[in-house]
C-alpha cells in the first residue's frame, strides 16, 4: 500500500459547500470584494462618513455601498435603506450604529448573507451588564454563520490591497508586519509615528472586545499570509486561552510574535478590565504562557518595532554572551550594566583573542571585555578588532559602539563594519552615538542590514531580548528524553479518584495529609513513610516501627497550615518526647477560632514519619487555578518561608523532560541544585521527571483545585536511604479539592490539550503482529529517524508528490513540526512494534490527521514503511482517524492521492471514502454529517 499526499482537496465545485463560509470567513474580512458601511452619513465629522471616505478614496478592488435609510446617497455614492437591499452579495459588513441597533442589524446581515462584519460602535460590554447582553444578542445571531471583529474598534487596514475599512486620519505604509491591537487609540498613535519612521505594514487590526474573531484566529492568517513576515500584538486580555496559545505555538516557529501586553501592574490591570470588558490574568503565569508558545513579550512599543527590525535583519544569538567593542569607555560601561541587569552575560574572551587584539591594538587598551580601543581608533583599528571579536568562539553576539571624536570617521567606520553583517548565526548591533556626524554612517549600516540604536544600552536590552526569544523558541523543539523505566508503571489513578471521591462524599475539600501522600505515591511520586496515631500510645508504637527519631504531625481535615497552630514537632527521640509532642499538637488544634464541640473536628490524631536529616534542598512544587489559562504549575525554593523569597518558577501542563528542566532553570535555587561550595549536585533528570509525574498528576485528576509538595527534599546524595529515587523525597503534602458548587462540566479547561491516551490501544495485525498504535509523542523524534531510513524513494514521492533527501526528511527543524504536535490542530498516530530480541522499540507506519484553520474540516495521510506495506497498517489507521474525526466533532475528512496510488486508492474505498478523479490526481473525501 503507497502513502497518500496531503495537500489541499481542489478541483471541486464547492459553490455549495456548507464548509464554504468558515474557509473563507477571515478572507472576507481581509480581501473583500464588496463592502456595505452601515451607518454611512453625510455628517461632517461622523465615524460613517470617515469610514466610507476611506473606503472610496483608497480602491481596494471592490465595490462599497452606503446603508442608511435617512439618505439616498452618501458621498456621491446611491444609499441603500438596509442590507437585503444592496444589490450584490456582500463579503463585509462595517457597523457604525449606536450599539441598541447593532443586534438587529447583524441578524439582517446574515439574513441577507453577509460573510463578515466590523463593529466599529462602542457601549458593549464595557459599558456594563447592558451591554453584555446586547453582545450576547449579536453573537446568538452571528454564530456559525458570520464572522466578526469588534465591537468598539478601529477597524481594518490591509495597505497591500489599499483597503481602509478604519476612521484612522491615514492610509498605513505597505510593509511585512501584521500589527493586532487591542487599543484603537494606541494603534492610531503608532500608525502616526509609523509615518515619522517609515515603517509599513501588512495589515493593522483594531480587535475591540474580540467577540468571536480572536488572537488565534488572527495569528492563524497572518501565519499563513505571505505579505506578513512579523507579528506584533498590543493586548490588554488574552480572550480565549487555549486559541491564543494554539495558533502562536504554530506560527512562532516560522514568523516572530512580539507582544506587549498592558495590566503588569494591578492598577494598570484594573484600568484594562475597565477598557476592555475582561479581567487580565496573573502576569506571572502570562510570561510563563509566552515562554511556553515562543512568543516574546517586551515591555514598551519601541522594542516592539526594534524586535520586529532586528529579527528581520540578524540572525538569533544562540546564547546571552555579548562581545562590545568600543571607541570610549563610558558607552561600554552603560552597555554592561545594562546587559547585566537584564540576565545576559559579557563573553569571556579566549585566549587566542586576546594574544590577537594584542598584536592590532594600542598597548592600552582595555585588555577585556567590552573591547575599548580606545579614542582614535580609525576604521582600519575597529575592522581588525571586529574580525577577531565576531570568529571568538565564547561569543554568541557583537556590539559595536561608536562616539564622535576628533579622530572618528563614523562614515568609513560604518562601511568597514559592513563585511560584518553576516556573522555565522551571530546577530551584530550598532551605536552610532550623536547627531548630524553620525547620519551618513547609520544610512550605511542599515541599508547593510545592521540595525542601529542612538544608545549602547538600548542596543544591549535589545541583544537580551533576541536571546530571550531564541531560548524561547528552541523550548518549542528541543527533544525531550524518555521517561526511565522506573517510571514506566502506569499510575494508580483508580486509588486516586476513590480517594477523591470519598472526601466529597464526606462534604470535604481539604484531604489529609496521609491522604495526600497517597495520592502522590500513586503517581510514583516518592514520599517519606507515613503513619496514622490517634492516641499516644499508638503514636509512640509508631515511631518505634519507624524508627527514631520522629517527626509527629497534626491529622486533620480542616486545618491545612499545621505550623501556624503548633501542629508540626521535629526531632522526637525518644517515646517521652513523641508523648509531650502529642499532647502540644492536640492543645494547639484548639486554639482554631471555633467554639466547642467542633473543636474535636480539627484534631484527628498525629502522622508519624521518620525525621529526614539530608544535606539537602528544601523546594517547592505545586499547582493552582489561574483564571484564564486554568491549572498552572509552580517549581521553586521551598520551606517555611515560601511566600518570603518567593523563588518560584511556574508552567502550564503538560510537561515533558525538557519543559520541566527549563521551568528549573527560570529560579534562583537551580545554581544550587547544580552544586555549589563543594556540595554535590542534584540528580536534576530525577527531579525533572517527577515534575512531568506530578504534571500528569494535575492533568488527570481534575478535582484538584490546589496541590502543594511542600517541602519536596531534593539532596545531592542520590544514596541515602530514605530518599527517593534521586535522592528526592516529598515530606509533606496538602491537596485542596473543587466544592460542591462546581459541576464536573465547570471544572477548569487546560490551557494546553495534554496527551490524547484514549486514542493508544493495543492491536494485532492481520498476520499475527501484536503492535501499539498511538498518537506521536515529542519524545519520538529519534524513533522518527529511524522510521524514515525504511522509506523507499518511491513511498516517499507517493506522499510528498516530490522527492525529499534522507537527510532532509531527518532534519531536526522538520521531525519537530512532525512530533512537536499541538493536539488541537493534529492528531499523528504511530504503529509501534518492540522487537522481542532486543527489546528496541520501531515505528511502522504514521497516519496524520491536519484541521484546517476556521473550518471543521480536516486532510489525513498516511505513510508505512516499505517492508511493512500489506499488514493492513494502512486500513487500521484510516479507521482510527475517521473515528478520531467524529470525536472531534469534525464535518467531512479530505485527501489527495496519486493516480499511480492503486493500493491507497483501495484503502480509502474500503473504509468508506468517495474518490473523484482530477486531473492526474484523486480527490477522497468523507461527508461525517451524514454517517
Known amino acids: 500500500m503507497k502513502p497518500t499526499s496531503i495537500k489541499p482537496a481542489n478541483g471541486a465545485d464547492r459553490t455549495s459547500d456548507v464548509l464554504h463560509f468558515e474557509r473563507d470567513s477571515l478572507r472576507a474580512i481581509f480581501a473583500p470584494r464588496s463592502v456595505a458601511v452601515i451607518g454611512a452619513t453625510e455628517k461632517e465629522g461622523g465615524v460613517g462618513r470617515t469610514l466610507l471616505w476611506n473606503l472610496i478614496s483608497n480602491p481596494f478592488g471592490g465595490a462599497v455601498y452606503p446603508v442608511n435609510k435617512r439618505y439616498n446617497q452618501v458621498l456621491g455614492i446611491k444609499a441603500y435603506s438596509n442590507i437585503a437591499r444592496v444589490p450584490e452579495p456582500i463579503d463585509l459588513a462595517v457597523i457604525v450604529t449606536p450599539a441598541p441597533t447593532v ?11 453577509v460573510k463578515s462584519a466590523i463593529i466599529i460602535s462602542a457601549g458593549f460590554k464595557e459599558a456594563g451588564a447592558a451591554g453584555v447582553e446586547l453582545e450576547r444578542d449579536i453573537a446568538e445571531h452571528a454564530r456559525g454563520r458570520m464572522r466578526l471583529i469588534g465591537p468598539n474598534c478601529l477597524g481594518v487596514m490591509r495597505p497591500v490591497t489599499h483597503l481602509n475599512a478604519t476612521f484612522a486620519s491615514a492610509m498605513a505604509r505597505p510593509g511585512t508586519v501584521g500589527f493586532i491591537s487591542q487599543s484603537g487609540a494606541l494603534l492610531t498613535a503608532v500608525l502616526d509615528w509609523s509615518f515619522r519612521e517609515n515603517v509599513g505594514f501588512s495589515a493593522c487590526v483594531s480587535v475591540g472586545s474580540m467577540l468571536d474573531v480572536g488572537w488565534g484566529d488572527l495569528i492563524n492568517y497572518f501565519g499563513d499570509d505571505p505579505h506578513t513576515n512579523s507579528i506584533m500584538i498590543y493586548m490588554e486580555s488574552i480572550g480565549d486561552a487555549r486559541s491564543f496559545i494554539s495558533a502562536a505555538r504554530e506560527v512562532a516557529l516560522t514568523k516572530p510574535i512580539i507582544v506587549i501586553k498592558a495590566g503588569r501592574t494591578e492598577a494598570a490591570a484594573k484600568a484594562a478590565a475597565s477598557h476592555t470588558g475582561a479581567l487580565a490574568g496573573s502576569d506571572e503565569v502570562l510570561d510563563a504562557v509566552f515562554r511556553r508558545c515562543g512568543v516574546l513579550r517586551v515591555n514598551s512599543i519601541s522594542d516592539l518595532f526594534y524586535m520586529a527590525e532586528v529579527l528581520a535583519k540578524q540572525p538569533r544569538p544562540s546564547g546571552p554572551r555579548l562581545t562590545i567593542v568600543t571607541n570610549a569607555g563610558g558607552p561600554g560601561v552603560l552597555a554592561t550594566d545594562t546587559l547585566i541587569a537584564l540576565g545576559g552575560e559579557l563573553a569571556e574572551l579566549s585566549t587566542e583573542s586576546m594574544q590577537e587584539l594584542n598584536k592590532v591594538l594600542p598597548p592600552h587598551w582595555s585588555h577585556g571585555n567590552p573591547i575599548d580601543i580606545l579614542g582614535d581608533a580609525d576604521p582600519e583599528r575597529y575592522a ?55 547620519v551618513a554612517g547609520e544610512a550605511i549600516l542599515n541599508q547593510a542590514n545592521i540595525p542601529t540604536f542612538d544608545y549602547p544600552d538600548t542596543a544591549a536590552r535589545i541583544f537580551n531580548l533576541m536571546y530571550r526569544y531564541a531560548y524561547n523558541l528552541r523550548g518549542l523543539y528541543e527533544t525531550p528524553t524518555q521517561m526511565e523505566s522506573a517510571t514506566d508503571a502506569a499510575p494508580d489513578r483508580a486509588r486516586v479518584e476513590q480517594l477523591i471521591l470519598d472526601a466529597r462524599k464526606s462534604g470535604r475539600t481539604l484531604l489529609t495529609e496521609f491522604e495526600s501522600k497517597q495520592v502522590l505515591a500513586a503517581y510514583h511520586i516518592p514520599t517519606v513513610e507515613t503513619r496514622i496515631a490517634v492516641s499516644e500510645d499508638e503514636a509512640v508504637h509508631c515511631a518505634s516501627a519507624v524508627g527514631y527519631p520522629v517527626v509527629l504531625k497534626l491529622h486533620s481535615h480542616t486545618i491545612t497550615h499545621k505550623t501556624d497552630v503548633g501542629g508540626v514537632q521535629l526531632n522526637l527521640t525518644d517515646a517521652d518526647a513523641v508523648r509531650r509532642a502529642y499532647r502540644a499538637i492536640e492543645s494547639g488544634a484548639k486554639t482554631v477560632s471555633e467554639a466547642p464541640p467542633r473543636t474535636a473536628k480539627h484534631f484527628l490524631g498525629v502522622t508519624v514519619q521518620p525525621m529526614i536529616k539530608l544535606d539537602g534542598y528544601e523546594l517547592i512544587v505545586g499547582s493552582s487555578i489561574d483564571a484564564q489559562f486554568g491549572p498552572v504549575l509552580l517549581f521553586g ?11 518560584r518558577a511556574l508552567a502550564l501542563p503538560p510537561l515533558n523532560t525538557t519543559l520541566a528542566l527549563r521551568m528549573m532553570e527560570q529560579t534562583t535555587i537551580h545554581k544550587a541544585l547544580k552544586g555549589v561550595r563543594g556540595r554535590a549536585p542534584v540528580d536534576l533528570a530525577a527531579l525533572a521527571r517527577l515534575l512531568v509525574q506530578f504534571s500528569q498528576l494535575v492533568i488527570e485528576q481534575c478535582w484538584i483545585k490546589e496541590i502543594d509538595i ?8 542520590p544514596g541515602a536511604t530514605a530518599a527517593g529515587a534521586g535522592g528526592i523525597i516529598a515530606l509533606d503534602a496538602r491537596v485542596v479539592l473543587h466544592g460542591p458548587e462546581i459541576g464536573e462540566d465547570q471544572l477548569p479547561r487546560l490551557a494546553i ?20 498504535i498511538r498518537p506521536i509523542r515529542p519524545e519520538d523524534e529519534p524513533l522518527m529517524v529511524k522510521f524514515h531510513a525504511t522509506l523507499s524513494e518511491e513511498s516517499v514521492y507517493m506522499r510528498y508528490l516530490h522527492h525529499i533527501k534522507y537527510n532532509q526528511r531527518i532534519a531536526h527543524e522538520r521531525l519537530t513540526r512532525l512530533c512537536f504536535i499541538d493536539y488541537d490542530r493534529v492528531m499523528a498516530l504511530v504503529v509501534e512494534r518492540r522487537d522481542p530480541k532486543t527489546g528496541e522499540n520501531a515505528i511502522l507506519a504514521i497516519g496524520r490527521l491536519s484541521k484546517l484553520h476556521q473550518t471543521a474540516e480536516a486532510e489525513f495521510a498516511i505513510l508505512v514503511s516499505d517492508a511493512c506495506q500489506g499488514h493492513g497498517f494502512g486500513i487500521e489507521l484510516l479507521r482510527r482517524l475517521v473515528q478520531i474525526g467524529r470525536d472531534e466533532k469534525l464535518k467531512r475528512i479530505v485527501a489527495t492521492i496519486l493516480g499511480d496510488n492503486v493500493a491507497m486508492q483501495h484503502v480509502s474505498r474500503k473504509v468508506g471514502f468517495k474518490l473523484e478523479r482530477v486531473g492526474p490526481e484523486f480527490e477522497a473525501e468523507m461527508d461525517l454529517t451524514t454517517q
Do not use: H
Request: aromatic fraction near 6%; charged fraction near 20%; include cysteine.
Open 384 to 438: 581588525q578588532a571586529l574580525a577577531i571579536a565576531a570568529k571568538d568562539p565564547n561569543s554568541d553576539g557583537l556590539l559595536v559602539a561608536l562616539t564622535p571624536q576628533a579622530m572618528t570617521d563614523p562614515t568609513e567606520t560604518a562601511r568597514r563594519l559592513t563585511a560584518f553583517a553576516v556573522t555565522r548565526g551571530k546577530p551584530v548591533l550598532a551605536s552610532w552615538m550623536g547627531g548630524k556626524d553620525v
Open 103 to 113: 443586534p438587529g442589524i447583524v441578524k439582517e446581515c446574515v439574513a441577507a448573507g
Open 710 to 717: 511542600n517541602p519536596l527534599l531534593a539532596a545531592g546524595s
Open 637 to 647: 525554593a521551598g520551606g517555611q518561608l515560601v511566600e518570603v523569597f518567593r523563588d
Open 753 to 772: 490539550r495534554p496527551y490524547p491516551a484514549q486514542y493508544a490501544s493495543e492491536w494485532t495485525s492481520k498476520d499475527g503482529m501484536p503492535v501499539s
